[in-house]
């Protein structure tokens, strides 16, 4: 015996139409496409620092004895560039708590 739940094409169409109804809600909500947009360019910021920090560290890859002094700079700049990199995600954790505060509250 099946238990399981099958929606019908009415229930599909309802959530739909829902659906639809939300987004738009979300539209017109400002705030909300702000945080949104401020989140998508610190989620690219976020990938930005990742590539720069692999960049950075790339002198480590080939380690030959003269090249110690560059493994050793390259990973003292790759640390500050980490630092950064942690800022980030704490903004980015931020951003996302500020987001569900406001489709909380103005949404739900």
């Known amino acids: 015996m099946d238990l399981r739940v ?7 169409y309802i959530f739909a139409f829902i659906f639809r109804i939300m987004i738009q809600d979300f539209e017109r ?10 989140l998508r360019c610190t989620m690219r910021d976020v990938r930005s620092q990742i590539s720069i920090i ?4 790339s002198p480590c890859q080939k ?8 493994c050793i700079n390259a990973v003292s ?5 980490a630092i950064k990199f942690m800022k980030l995600n704490v903004e980015l ?6 987001l569900r505060r406001q489709v909380y509250s103005r949404h739900l």
């Open 6 to 12: 099958h929606p019908t094409d009415n229930d599909i």
């Open 29 to 38: 909500d400002t705030e909300l496409m702000e945080l949104l947009d401020k």
């Open 54 to 57: 692999e960049a950075t560290i």
């Open 63 to 70: 380690i030959e004895e003269k090249n110690y002094k560059d």
């Open 77 to 81: 700049t790759a640390e500050v560039e």
């Open 93 to 98: 954790v931020d951003l996302l708590a500020s």
